[in-house]
């Protein structure tokens, strides 16, 4: 009998590593498809195997998937991407193409384009803040004036907070959209921009699989313009009336974007008006939400996913309550990363899951206003919030870094050289 194989489209920095491990629990031969390989180090760690594929021809997966079936039987086929939204469209194709589970593909291609994704939960009465379309300079400031300052621009697709920028003033959205549409932003599409009204409050995600709601995360960000990750929270300490609002309005969604297979993502603003959608990804969420509700109530959204994936009963009951919360190591500025250490005394403190450094020691830090800023994380978990947040700090204060500014050669000359202070998490 043929070994049963799960296919992985493309990876993940954060969940593709607990889809291997949790796809050979399940008794799966894990097998990766991506454009370049190397880029996802656990695949040799876990000794996957790799196969380089252009993941943007179609035509090119499906050979190699054809391929794969004479020594495998493909029990499911899914994948992620740290930044290429479009993979989730990719990836639902394939499970049709090969009769594999799988939600709606028209779904998802309209789910991953932002202004499409707006216009139909607009005309379900879902509450979302005033956007508008533009595909040049012109136009970008043109809706901009229509909504009001401060707004949000960014590409109408992609993930990681990449391109997006808050903008408060005609100089920024310049700035912003020059960056956007001169050639320093990667487009995988034509350019289209989104022009959004800045939607202030508190920001929460719903972790969904399926038509349940699993739970809520609370988030926060670092400084502006840019939306950078820094603590997320699960659950989030929300009132009984708070969490069944945000529950409606995510049921809401699904139902406006025929969403209901799987996993889905959805992030929300509270603000005067109450709970705003900003986005709905047909997806996990990348931000360490999979771990966190894992370790507040021991449900593997991971593990159910594949099983769903590949044809099996999924169990989504909590086996315990507890509160888990990650904070995002993220430096102030660019520079050299002349060290940085604490990790293991980090680890060691009791209550914390998982210390863990993303870069070494003489990595130039050069900030980009995105998920690819953040340069470690730290997970902690215990019966309650204040005790867990307690924990989180306690780490977190462990762990140093120091980082000297690339300077230019007139303050060069103008300064002597002198160490830079070892700087600890805010």
Excluded at 72 to 95: K, M
Excluded at 244 to 251: A, Q, R, Y
């Amino acid at each position: 009998m043929a070994r049963q194989a799960l296919i992985l489209v493309e990876g993940h920095r954060t969940s593709g590593l607990l889809y291997v491990q949790a796809a050979k629990r399940l008794g799966l031969h894990p097998i990766a498809l991506a454009a370049d390989p190397a880029c996802y180090d656990y695949l040799a760690a876990e000794q996957v195997e790799a196969i380089r594929v252009d993941t943007d021809d179609f035509d090119a997966l499906i050979r190699e998937c054809l391929g794969l079936r004479g020594n495998y039987h493909i029990a499911g086929i899914t994948g992620f991407s740290d930044f290429d939204e479009s993979i989730y469209a990719t990836v639902v194709r394939l499970c049709r193409h090969f009769d594999l589970p799988g939600p709606n593909p028209v779904s998802i291609e309209r789910c991953c384009d932002k202004f499409v994704q707006r216009q139909l939960l607009a005309q379900a009465g879902v509450p979302t803040p005033a956007c508008r379309l533009a595909v040049n300079a012109t136009d970008v400031d043109g809706c901009a004036a229509e909504i009001g300052l401060p707004v949000i621009v960014k590409p109408i697709v992609g993930s990681g907070s990449s391109g997006v920028r808050l903008c408060c003033n005609a100089d920024e959205i310049a700035e912003h959209t020059n960056y956007l549409l001169g050639g320093k932003h990667i487009w995988r599409s034509s350019p289209r921009i989104l022009v959004e009204e800045f939607a202030q409050g508190p920001f929460y995600s719903v972790e969904i699989m399926g038509d349940e709601v699993i739970g809520i995360v609370a988030a926060d960000f670092g400084a502006p313009p840019h939306f950078v990750f820094r603590n997320t929270t699960f659950p989030a300490p929300l009132r009984d009336d708070e969490h069944k609002h945000i529950t409606d309005v995510s049921l809401s969604c699904l139902r406006a974007l025929g969403l209901g297979w799987g996993p889905t993502n959805i992030e929300f603003r509270w603000t005067k008006r109450g709970p705003v959608v900003i986005e709905v990804n047909p997806r996990l969420a990348g931000a360490l939400e999979p771990q966190l509700v894992h370790l507040a109530f021991g449900i593997d959204l991971i593990t159910e996913h594949i099983k769903l994936a590949t044809g099996e009963e999924w169990d989504l009951r909590r086996r315990h309550s507890q509160t888990a919360a990650a904070r995002f190591l993220v430096p102030d500025r660019d520079g050299i990363l002349d060290c940085i250490e604490g990790d293991n005394r980090a680890a060691a403190v009791p209550g914390v899951v998982e210390a863990r450094l993303y870069v070494e020691s003489k990595t130039p830090i050069v900030r980009k206003g995105d998920y690819r800023d953040c340069i470690g994380h730290i997970l902690a978990a215990s019966p309650s919030l204040a005790q867990t947040e307690t924990i989180l700090q306690r780490a977190v204060d462990l762990i140093n870094w120091s980082i000297t500014p690339l300077r230019t050669l007139g303050e060069e000359e103008q300064s002597a050289a002198s160490p830079t202070a070892l700087r600890k998490m805010p």
